[in-house]
């Protein structure tokens, strides 16, 4: 029988396009104000990217750096996961397309579709095939061009979203480090609540789809806040009672970064004081499945997070889905490339 390996992040990157867009420029578009935008999500800026960019492109550059930062090379990867709402088309996948770009000619290659929660279902889902023996590294990329499905007339939800993209680099790590603990779950009943509603099989793109708006994000706001305020203490628990572990024992918590109540929410739900807690969702906004990645990563490069730190990542999604995962940090924290 195969000895259990101990998997982790080993490599970490980021990409955020360079467009910034602040609640001041959404003023001039949407019948808006920083002030209400601020007071309600905590976000004063976003980033945007250019109309020749497509997601492919901003995961690419993201795993390029993470690649730089695990010290290895695109061939020595053997599996692309991308978690992605916003895929450059629904087929071939965007992990192909990445993969494809990498020049990453060894890796199979796959999306990898949660919403928000993709990229921890992503770090979840590669380690098994490193605990299996199947692979030695796996590539989890979280990207997103949200940009491209808002309807900039909806104040309620093109305030809120932004572009970007996190990837993570896994392989087996030194005994006793890297993930411990996660917990996965999804409510589907909950789907009509955030949706794409065109462009699938169920409403195919038709001049009535487009006239209709049904290619933009349509969402629920109230109730998904509900959710969120609900699923994402209870989430991080789950995971650390799985990893044999409390809330007491937490040195940094990577939430999704949504909007900054629902944090606030979740600190306050594991009895976490703010300075334990990653927010970066005043700059970039909700990148979806980009955004817990993109924060790790800051964590870790801003000496948040230490070796043998306990990290959890939690985070909610459209689905509905949760994900979360904690990690006993392995990488010194001062290697992490910017």
């Known amino acids: 029988m195969k000895e259990i390996k101990d998997v982790g992040i080993i490599g970490l990157g980021t990409y955020l396009p ?3 867009m602040t609640n001041k420029d959404l003023e001039s578009i949407v019948d808006t104000s920083d002030e209400w935008i601020e007071s309600r999500t ?10 020749d960019m ?4 901003l995961a690419t550059r993201a795993a390029e750096k993470a690649l730089i930062d ?3 090379t695109a061939d020595e990867i053997d599996l692309i996961i991308v978690a992605t709402a916003t895929p450059d088309m629904s087929f071939p996948s965007t992990a192909c397309l990445v993969q494809a770009n990498l020049k990453a000619s060894r890796a199979a290659a796959f999306d990898l579709a ?3 929660s993709g990229f921890v279902y992503g770090i979840v889902t590669g380690s098994q095939f490193i605990k299996a023996g199947l692979y030695k590294k796996v590539l989890v990329v979280g990207a997103e061009t949200l940009s491209k499905i808002l309807d900039w007339t909806d104040r309620n939800t093109c305030v809120l979203f932004g572009d970007g993209a996190g990837a993570a680099v896994l392989a087996e790590t030194e005994a006793g480090y890297g993930i411990i603990g996660a917990q996965l779950g999804a409510d589907g ?5 955030l949706k794409l509603p065109a462009g699938g099989s169920r409403n195919p793109a038709s001049s009535e789809t487009v006239t209709q708006k049904m290619h933009f994000v349509h969402m629920n706001g109230n109730e998904v806040f509900k959710f969120a305020v609900k699923i994402m203490g209870e989430a991080a628990i789950q995971a650390l009672e799985h990893a044999g572990l409390s809330a007491n024992d937490v040195d940094c918590l990577i939430p999704h970064q949504a909007n900054n109540r629902i944090i606030q929410s979740a600190a306050k739900r594991l009895k976490l004081p703010m300075d334990k807690v990653m927010v970066n969702v005043d700059k970039y906004g ?6 817990i990645p993109i924060a790790l990563e800051e964590a870790v490069h801003g000496g948040k997070i230490r070796q043998g730190d306990i990290v959890v990542l939690v985070g909610f999604g459209a689905g509905l889905t949760w994900a979360s995962a904690v990690i006993k940090w392995g990488k010194e924290a001062d290697t992490i490339a910017k």
């Open 189 to 193: 009943s909950g789907g009509d609540l």
């Open 114 to 116: 949660a919403g928000c």
């Open 42 to 51: 905590g976000i004063r800026e976003r980033r945007i990217a250019s109309p």
């Open 286 to 291: 909700n990148t979806s499945a980009a955004s």
């Open 54 to 57: 497509a997601t492919s492109d």
């Open 18 to 20: 360079e467009k910034i």
């Open 70 to 72: 695990a010290g290895v």
